[in-house]
């Protein structure tokens, strides 16, 4: 027997609060939006979900009462003009990182030709997706060394911009063939340090190579990869990378010596979130 959409959410919706969900009406709309295959703003331009769709959404939400990422139950995240799949094994894209990537856009935007981009540590592929499909002109190398994050970095790649290069190895050594010859270099590395607590659905189900950083501080992976972008890139080029609200100075002092011009930018929150810099 079918069942009421808006019955069901409203259930759904009680259930998600009562486990303890930050955002129980939304995740159930987007739930919902995904069994009924539409938008989450037309969920309730349908009357009733089927008894097969009904059953299916019912075993979602309680996946998500487990706290299992929304974002994994429906297989997408959004990163701005995109959705990226995601799944376990790889980092779900965050709202903080778009402004990484709309820098870069800009930045190659802003260069003659075809600038060579580089996202170091690509995880889902969405900022190199973004700069991809927002800045055609670039060539844009995606690295990503897990294999769990390479699956969907691949995936994602070819449902969305077929033209970026991808290549599974680790930051510290990939694409010598490419030393000094790389316009800008992005990167979203692990910087949480060993002492951050983190929600339940992040520290339990997202992959911890992708999280932490490294040390007390969390800036030693950071450190390879501002190594690496020193490496890559051409002189005048751009390093823009993401780190945690209280690293500024930390990523500061490490890039101190191969850049100038470092700068430190801060996200939607008001916080201090990301620094570019110039190669020497």
Known sequence: ???????????????????????????????????????????????????????????????????????YII??????????????????????????????????KSMPGNPVVVDLGSGSGAIALAIATEAPNSRVLAVERESSAFVWLKRNIANLAPSIECKQADVADALQEMDGQVDIAVANPPYVNSHSEMPFEVSNFEPAEALFGGGDAGIEIPGIFAKAASRLLKKGGTFICEHGEDQGPAIATLLSSDFVDITLHTDFNDRPRWTSAVRR
């Open 1 to 71: 027997m079918a069942e009421s959409v808006r019955e069901l959410i409203a259930e759904a919706t009680r259930e998600l609060s009562d486990a303890g969900v930050a955002s129980p009406r939304v995740d159930a709309e987007l739930i919902a939006a995904h069994v009924l295959d539409t938008e989450r703003g037309r969920i309730f331009t349908y009357e009733n979900f089927s008894p097969a769709q009904a059953n299916s959404f019912k075993s979602y939400v309680d996946t998500r009462c487990s706290h299992v990422p929304v974002q």
């Open 75 to 108: 297989g997408v995240a959004p990163f701005r003009y995109l959705e990226v799949e995601v799944g376990p094994g790889v980092l779900i894209p965050r709202p903080e990182t778009e402004l990484v990537a709309q820098h870069a856009i800009d930045t190659a």
